[in-house]
């Protein structure tokens, strides 16, 4: 498949160009430039995640990955999950379903599409000469998940920026206590959009990109977004088995819109029957209010209990604006300009009524994802984490008016990741998987700079 930036750059990337590099030179994001799907059935229970992965990746990957390396390295970046469907899926009552996405290596989902892209960057990178300077922000769960995914890379250094103090103690520990000698952890005195704003400045600084070969693991990374195909379909299969007349739907805990586009891939390219995407956002709603409305407005971050929501600006709407206006990249550029000066998009009624077919958004306040907690644990006998009750208090709230569908919704951090907040809910601290019992012992590494631009890059130039 062939890839191009959604803001009207005409060049035309492949896969592993667009796997190596991230963003686009305009500052666009990569998209496929025609969706030729290959015609195969993948709608068999009997598919294993792996399978799917498979069916799906193969589909982008053109003379990039050969058929055979692309089985090797799925293969590779599964096996670390501790369990052995990677993604289960668990019936908890009538018709709502929990997609168990948090058993990879740092507990979040993100370990799905990074253990991938790892895993793809080193396999790309063998052969060359230059190594790959890896910058991402992270409101928390990237951070770990990318660390992880590159520590052992021979051929790439990693920088991961966090909002200073507004990422959990665990989670910065998941990043500051990784020993290896290529990866640097940077705290920013700013928010999670600072963090963001200044990767993405990077990524188009010509002089910087003249000395170092830049590359990306946020979700503005296409590869990031393709590994999350797999599990809406691996999952809407199990489902559709035994319910064979009820509509699917899939409810997302949302803050780039990355792992919702992914879904928005799974229904509208690869043609799987699902119903509704629900998005469920926190206080951080701007994607809820414009499912409602139409109007995309930026307001300020609030810092809620589900930090990896707590976000305004989702870079991955960019890529459904360029659905939306028929894959136009000089209206998704006017557009996406107008809305650094303005902090506004009114999409026309055309785009609006599209997605009004597909999604359907709701806001959770913090009342409702403690008490989504309580329910969980009493009605469910499950513990989960803030982002998960999120998005199960979405899914009663649709199950509610839509009573003989079925939602799966989508489970995307194990709880002892957010102890804290759990515990304020259930009176007791979540427990952790094995491997990480240690971890508040470890030393830790990171440094604290500014909110400013050159201090960043000064950073980054001076130790890579
Ligand atoms: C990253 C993250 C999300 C949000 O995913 P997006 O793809 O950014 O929408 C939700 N929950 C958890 C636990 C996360 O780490």
Not at 148 to 170: C, G, Q, W
Not at 278 to 289: E, P, Y
């Amino acid at each position: 498949m062939k890839f191009i930036s959604t803001r009207g750059n005409k060049e035309i990337k492949n896969f592993k160009q667009v796997t190596l590099r991230g963003l686009a030179t305009d500052g666009g994001l990569y998209v496929p430039k025609d969706w030729k799907i290959e015609k195969k059935n993948i709608l068999k229970k009997s598919l294993s995640f792996e399978n799917i992965a498979f069916e799906v990746i193969k589909c982008f990957t053109g003379n990039s990955l050969k058929k055979k390396k692309l089985k090797e390295i799925i293969s590779k970046s599964y096996e670390p999950f501790r369990h052995n469907e990677i993604t289960p899926l668990k019936h908890l009552d009538k018709n709502n379903f929990l997609l168990e996405l948090y058993h990879g290596p740092t507990l979040a989902f993100k370990d799905i599409a990074l253990q991938f892209l790892g895993n793809t960057f080193d396999e790309f990178l063998e052969k060359k000469e230059k190594k790959l300077c890896i910058i991402g922000a992270t409101s928390g769960d990237t951070g770990s998940a990318a660390i992880d995914a590159v520590k052992r890379n021979k051929f790439s250094s990693i920088f991961i920026l966090h909002p200073y103090r507004r990422v959990s103690d665990f989670q910065r520990r998941q990043m500051t206590t990784v020993k290896s000698k290529n990866v640097f952890n940077i705290a920013v005195k700013g928010t999670f959009d600072d963090c963001q704003n200044i990767v993405k400045k990077l990524f188009i600084d010509e002089n910087l990109n003249s000395q170092l070969r830049l590359g990306s693991i946020n979700s503005i990374n296409w590869t990031r977004i393709m590994a999350q195909i797999s599990y809406y379909i691996f999952s809407y299969n199990k489902v559709k088995e035994e319910y064979k007349n009820k509509k699917v739907s899939f409810c997302v805990p949302t803050g780039n819109f990355g792992d919702a586009f992914a879904g928005y891939i799974a229904k509208e390219k690869f043609n799987v029957p699902i119903n509704k995407i629900i998005i469920a956002t926190n206080k951080n709603n701007i994607l809820d209010r414009f499912f409602k409305t139409g109007i995309y407005k930026k307001e300020k971050v609030y810092q809620t209990m589900s930090p990896s929501m707590d976000i305004q600006i989702a870079s991955n709407f960019e890529r459904l604006l360029y659905d939306l206006y028929n894959q136009d990249g000089n209206i998704i550029n006017d557009l996406m300009n107008d809305f650094s000066k303005n902090g506004i998009i009114k999409v026309n009624n055309k785009s609006f009524k599209k997605t009004k077919k597909i999604f359907l958004s709701f806001s959770i306040n913090e009342k409702e994802t403690m008490n989504s907690i309580l329910h969980a644990y009493k009605k469910n006998q499950i513990i989960v984490d803030p982002h998960t009750a999120v998005g199960l208090e979405a899914s009663r709230k649709f199950i509610k008016k839509n009573k003989n569908d079925i939602v799966i919704t989508l489970a995307t951090a194990h709880a002892s990741k957010f102890s804290k907040a759990v515990s304020t809910v259930l009176g007791f601290n979540p427990d952790f998987p094995q491997n990480y019992k240690n971890i508040f012992k470890l030393n830790e590494k990171f440094i604290i700079l500014e909110n400013s631009y050159e201090q960043i890059k000064n950073y980054i130039v001076k130790n890579t």
